[in-house]
Nanobody
Framework: QVQLVESGGGLVQPGGSLRLSCAASGFTLRYASMGWFRQAPGKEREGVSCMRSMDGSTYYADSVKGRFTILRDNANNTVYLQMNSLKPEDTAVYYC??????????????????WGQGTQVTVSS
């Protein structure tokens, strides 16, 4: 059974850091393109970052560029989102998604094959 499980969310002060994890089971993550998305209350889901399976190319939304890093740990079949210099506007539920094709997309319309259940990130003082 294919499953993505996110963890690592929580409450953090502005300027702080969090590392989100997305653990995969039922498939080998290094052969999938992975995306991170987020959805704030009252807003549409938006792409944050993605990593393409074939060459590990990474892409970031302008709003997080230079602050967030997507990382892949093949040994643990896990993808991470390292988030630094967090801002209140980063508050959202964060989701990871997997595409078995070598296609990296941050579009919410992209037909990812699998989605995790989400983890809440709250940035507040």
């Amino acid at each position: 059974q294919v499953q993505l499980v996110e963890s690592g969310g929580g409450l953090v002060q502005p300027g702080g850091s969090l590392r989100l994890s997305c653990a995969a089971s039922g498939f080998t993550l290094r052969y999938a393109s992975m995306g991170w998305f987020r959805q704030a209350p009252g807003k549409e889901r938006e792409g944050v970052s993605c990593m393409r399976s074939m060459d590990g190319s990474t892409y970031y939304a302008d709003s997080v560029k230079g602050r967030f890093t997507i990382l892949r740990d093949n040994a643990n079949n896990t993808v991470y989102l390292q988030m630094n210099s967090l801002k209140p506007e980063d508050t959202a539920v964060y989701y990871c998604a997997a595409d078995r094709r070598p296609i990296c997309s941050m579009s919410r319309a992209h037909p990812y094959d699998y989605w995790g259940q989400g983890t809440q990130v709250t940035v507040s003082s």
